[in-house]
């Protein structure tokens, strides 16, 4: 196979999304395997669905820890 087969170039790409996708995905605390695997294995639709996904869902920052009790002060 040369290194110019679209073949090869198309698998390059699919690996760099897989990586660039499971790097992301586990700075932000979600599972980096996982999307890493997804991206990988379908390409461009996968990087897609996880952007759709980063883009839509809410920050882990934003959450309400519902553990942790909720506390009524008075003045602000």
């Given at each position: 196979?040369?290194?110019?087969?679209?073949?090869?170039?198309?698998?390059?790409?699919?690996?760099?999304?897989?990586?660039?996708?499971?790097?992301?995905?586990a700075t932000h605390?979600r599972n980096g395997?996982?999307?890493?695997?997804?991206?990988?294995?379908?390409?461009?639709?996968?990087?897609?669905?996880?952007?759709?996904?980063?883009?839509?869902g809410r920050d882990?920052?934003?959450?309400?820890?519902?553990?942790?009790?909720?506390?009524?002060?008075?003045?602000?």
């Amino acid at each position: 196979m040369a290194a110019d087969d679209p073949v090869v170039l198309v698998s390059l790409l699919w690996g760099v999304l897989g990586i660039a996708a499971g790097a992301h995905a586990a700075t932000h605390e979600r599972n980096g395997p996982f999307w890493f695997l997804a991206v990988a294995l379908t390409g461009v639709f996968g990087a897609a669905v996880y952007a759709f996904l980063v883009l839509v869902g809410r920050d882990d920052a934003d959450a309400v820890d519902v553990d942790e009790p909720v506390t009524m002060t008075e003045g602000n």
